[in-house]
């Protein structure tokens, strides 16, 4: 039998591979302003035995001061998981299941059969197809219309889920959102040939992300590649890990790049990263709405994207950024030659960028919105939730 003399408990729960992506950051945030706001959260997640990536996951969150319930994930259909859930949600008297994929959103149907709860989900988008996950995707998009509320982090995912039966009075878009504390401007490029021995005069480009396939970095490759050959002393920085390393090694040694273009691997501190560059490309096929742009821009990092999902909603073309048509080398290019050559562009972008995330994606409005859909499914009364927002504006 549930308390009710202590605070809701809404339990975070997500599978990753790795150190997993921008949902992460969301994640990991949401425990310490989730209490301004008179809730208790705990995170669970699902990972694969033996995966390394997952430790650095681990670090990240100890970081945001958020502690991580692992869960080994062992098959496609691991009832193991089922039982090991519900014992959390007893244990933790959970009151909110949040899911964050499509297989925690299967597993709180099935836990809610055993412990009472309601059920909230955040769409972060479909975007690894593979003919596994179209199953899993199109299994996904038939159980969302039976969770009590749906979180679409895009324009374009929040339309896909009204497609799919989602009434509209049961989802909300919130968009991705980040904390600009944390993220500001830095005050200059010192560290970036310490730390990533970049030549102090060459022009730096970064990327981030999942090296596979939807993230286009084999176009951002060639785009380099064609700069370099005009004479452009630039380089290219990307960091992540993931199944396209290999197939992105060989491009760059075959294209004689291997001065000009540096695999970061998985790292750990985004901060300097965004320091050290001097733009910033998102080259994606498919997206959501990426944490990854949100932080460059919050830096001052002026970005070229592809006009993908909800980058547009994101990115005003030509004032907060550049957009262009995903898998277009000659664009990307022509953008990139743009930024290289005006500096009053680069500052422009940079200076409008910041602006649009301190006005529209705070992460602690963004949890004010959060919270109300939570109060909303519980049914808390307007005491509850004016108690809430008491407690968030004295800091307790």
Partial sequence: MKRTDEFPMVL????????????????????RFLSQFGYRCVCAYMHPPGDPGFDLFLKKAQQAGTDIIELLDRKPLDFALIRQYVQLCKMHQVDIWHAHDYKTDVLG???????????????????????????????????????????????????????YGVKKQRLTLIRNAIDTLQFRPSEGKDQRQSLFAVPEES?????????????????????VDQLVRRGRNVHLLIAGEGPERETLRSQIESLGLQNSITLLGQISEMIP???????????????????VVLEAMAMKVPVVSTRVAGIPHLITDEQSGLLIDAGSVEQLTRALERVLDS???????????????????DFANRMRRVVGIYDKVLGRNDNAVGASVCVASRGE
Wanted: aromatic share 10%.
């Fill in 109 to 163: 149907l099935l836990v809610r059969r055993f412990w009472p709860m309601k059920l909230v989900t955040t769409v972060h988008g479909w975007v690894q197809i593979t003919p596994r996950t179209k199953i899993y995707y199109a299994i996904d998009r038939r159980i969302l219309r039976f969770y009590q509320h749906v979180i679409a982090v895009s324009d374009d995912l929040h339309d896909e889920c009204l497609q």
């Fill in 273 to 291: 990263l965004f320091s050290s560059l001097d733009t910033f490309v998102l080259s994606s096929y498919r997206e959501g709405l990426p944490n």
């Fill in 343 to 361: 500096p009053e562009l680069r500052e422009s972008m940079a200076s409008n960028g910041r602006q649009v995330i301190e006005r529209e994606f």
């Fill in 203 to 223: 022009f730096v480009i970064g990327a981030v992300g999942r090296l596979s396939p939807e993230k286009g970095f084999d176009v951002l490759i060639h785009c």
């Fill in 12 to 31: 975070h729960a997500r599978g990753i591979t790795g150190a997993g992506g921008g949902p992460e950051k969301t994640i990991a945030n949401s425990p």
